[in-house]
């Protein structure tokens, strides 16, 4: 291996990493400028974006507007939604959906031609498109891999892990990300030097030992972030998917939220519906009051189940196809039987602080998909605004790219230091894996409490400790971990995502944005962030809480 542990230097103008919707829209916006996507699974497999079944909002429908979609976010959120990007997200949305359109992607449709919209929990409208009844995530991944894959000017590199961010060191641009460090297929150590990095990695699920999200959801775009200095935000607020497949499978199958909007009902081992009693909008409350119903319920030593008999029946193969399939699996028929149903680890609000055109605190570095905090989602993401803030924000950094890298100078022929390389231990490694995600289950899950996180932030600290030379994703897992379990422990009132037992409501002092930072020597960093802004620019108020371990 070469000096500094790499094997070779590539350079081209942009680098991203991530084949999600989020990074597919960027790549296809930022090109004709050479663009390398970079992505850990097989090209075309989409992460977290190709499991969305649950389908994509956007206003289309007569009786909708932007207006009413934004409401509906905001409400949805808990009084930490950016109201601005609420704005822009549901304005573009569209448009940004018929351009997808465009390129070819097959969404559902009525008999007569037209868009066939959907509802969804706390949505005021219809509006929300599915591709082949819940494989909405894969169609769009389909249509954009396709495109990508006509564009001369995107090479893509699949198999490839990125370790770390690279950093300027010279030129009055310390700190300024000038590209990343990736370890390819066979081995080789790679650093893709360029002027512009955007992390689209999807994701922090598999933080969780019960999760819905795919293998590769392990927190990386946190960790290689982080690491560089950016700083993170809203990192708490993580959204537990109420109705998981409970057949012991790891990650838990995914039913989706249409189902409940299509009528289906939560029972418990009695038989008896149990939703009117919890909320206005009995299965079709926020996320997290539902999840939180069924937490309780299995906590007592119950049992829940999703009775989509009556709502669905003999309609399962063609109406929900994806969701019958996995049904049949297990050995399930939800035409005649009600399905097994827990909460799991789903979607992080939460990650890396960026403003409205993707920009992190750190120059030279976009974010854009699950692995940003736009604003957009508040405390508590609304159903089906995932794949539309991926797809509207993928495309806002490549406008903003183009922008950028018409005034960038190129980097200098030796202007980027590759961090050194951190030699895996592939059985140690698992072994901490598997150790944090289950900490985090047990004390960081669905319902927390001071005691628990104060334990948690303690654990932490000693597998820090136990583990110093942590690689991979591993190494991604248990700094995400801390800094979550961090802010966790900081923000002492209850608010969308997060739930605090020993502090179970709202507390109207805590309406503000946490920021996280992670120090070269394990410490965490917690401080108060304005309320209306994620802090991308400028000083955070004096620190609210901070953790410190051994690594």
């Known amino acids: 291996m070469k000096e500094g542990g790499l094997d070779a230097v590539l350079r081209g103008d942009t680098v991203i990493v991530g084949s999600g919707v989020a990074g597919l829209s960027a790549a296809l916006g930022a090109a004709p400028r050479r663009v390398t996507l970079l992505t850990k699974v097989p090209f075309g497999g989409g992460g977290s974006s190709s499991w969305a079944q649950g389908g994509i909002a956007a206003a289309l429908g007569a009786d909708d507007d932007p207006a009413l979609h934004a409401a509906d976010t905001l409400a949805a959120g808990a009084g930490l939604n950016d109201p601005e990007i609420v704005e822009l997200l549901t304005e573009e949305g569209p448009e940004r959906?018929?351009?997808?359109?465009?390129?070819?992607?097959?969404?559902?449709?009525?008999?007569?031609?037209?868009?066939?919209?959907?509802?969804?929990?706390?949505h005021s409208r219809r509006r929300i498109l599915h591709a082949h009844g819940d494989a909405t995530g894969a169609e769009m991944v389909r249509a954009l891999t396709a495109a990508v894959r006509r564009s001369p000017s995107i090479e893509v590199?699949?198999?490839?892990?990125?370790?770390?961010?690279?950093?300027?060191?010279?030129?009055?641009?310390?700190?300024?990300?000038?590209?990343?460090v990736a370890r390819h297929a066979g081995g080789r150590r790679i650093l893709h030097a360029a002027p512009a990095v955007v992390l689209a990695t999807g994701g922090s699920g598999r933080l969780f030992l019960h999760t819905t999200n795919p293998p590769e959801a392990t927190a990386d775009g946190l960790g290689v972030a982080a690491r560089a200095g950016a700083r993170l935000v809203d990192l708490e607020f993580v959204q537990f998917h109420p109705t998981a497949l409970a057949a012991g499978a790891d990650p838990m199958p995914l039913l989706t939220e249409a189902?409940?909007?299509?009528?289906?009902?939560?029972?418990?081992?009695?038989g008896e519906r149990f939703m009117p009693a919890e909320h206005p909008d009995a299965e079709l409350a926020?996320?997290?009051?539902?999840?939180?119903?069924?937490?309780?319920r299995l906590a007592a030593g119950g049992r829940v189940f999703l009775d989509a008999r009556e709502a669905v029946g003999e309609r399962f193969p063609e109406r929900f196809p994806t969701v019958f399939g996995l049904c049949q699996e297990s050995g399930l028929d939800p035409r005649v039987e009600p399905i097994p149903v827990a909460p799991a680890a789903h979607y992080h609000m939460g990650g890396i602080a960026v403003d409205a055109h993707g920009r992190t605190?750190?120059?030279?570095?976009?974010?854009?998909?699950?692995?940003?905090?736009?604003?957009?989602?508040?405390?508590?993401?609304?159903?089906?605004?995932?794949?539309?803030?991926?797809?509207?924000?993928?495309?806002?950094?490549?406008?903003?790219l183009a922008a950028d890298l018409s005034r960038a100078r190129p980097l200098p022929a030796t202007g980027a230091t590759a961090p050194a390389p951190v030699l895996a231990d592939p059985e140690a490694d698992a072994a901490l894996a598997l150790a944090v995600r289950t900490l985090m289950w047990e004390q960081v899950g669905v319902v927390r409490d001071g005691r628990g996180l104060t334990a948690a932030v303690a654990a932490l600290d000693r597998l820090a400790a136990e583990h110093p030379h942590a690689a991979g994703e591993a190494r991604n897992l248990l700094a995400a971990a801390r800094m979550v379990t961090?802010?966790?422990?900081?923000?002492?009132?209850?608010?969308?995502?997060?739930?605090?037992?020993?502090?179970p409501a709202a507390d109207p002092a805590w309406r503000r944005h946490l920021l996280v930072t992670l120090a070269a020597d394990g410490?965490?960093?917690?401080?108060?962030?304005?309320?209306?802004?994620m802090a991308v620019d400028g000083d955070p108020e004096p620190a609210a809480a901070r953790t410190s371990a051994a690594r």
């Open 97 to 122: 959906v018929r351009r997808l359109l465009a390129l070819g992607t097959r969404f559902d449709r009525e008999l007569g031609g037209e868009l066939s919209l959907g509802r969804e929990a706390a």
């Open 157 to 180: 590199i699949d198999r490839a892990f990125v370790e770390d961010l690279a950093l300027a060191d010279q030129g009055g641009n310390h700190g300024a990300v000038a590209g990343v």
């Open 259 to 270: 189902l409940r909007g299509e009528g289906a009902v939560l029972i418990d081992e009695l």
């Open 286 to 296: 926020p996320r997290d009051v539902v999840a939180r119903a069924i937490w309780r």
């Open 361 to 400: 605190s750190l120059p030279g570095l976009w974010a854009c998909g699950e692995v940003a905090a736009t604003g957009a989602h508040g405390a508590n993401r609304l159903a089906s605004n995932s794949l539309l803030e991926a797809l509207v924000f993928g495309a806002r950094v490549a406008e903003d």
């Open 486 to 503: 961090a802010a966790a422990l900081a923000r002492r009132e209850s608010r969308g995502g997060h739930y605090r037992a020993d502090h």
């Open 523 to 533: 410490t965490v960093g917690v401080a108060a962030g304005a309320p209306d802004e």
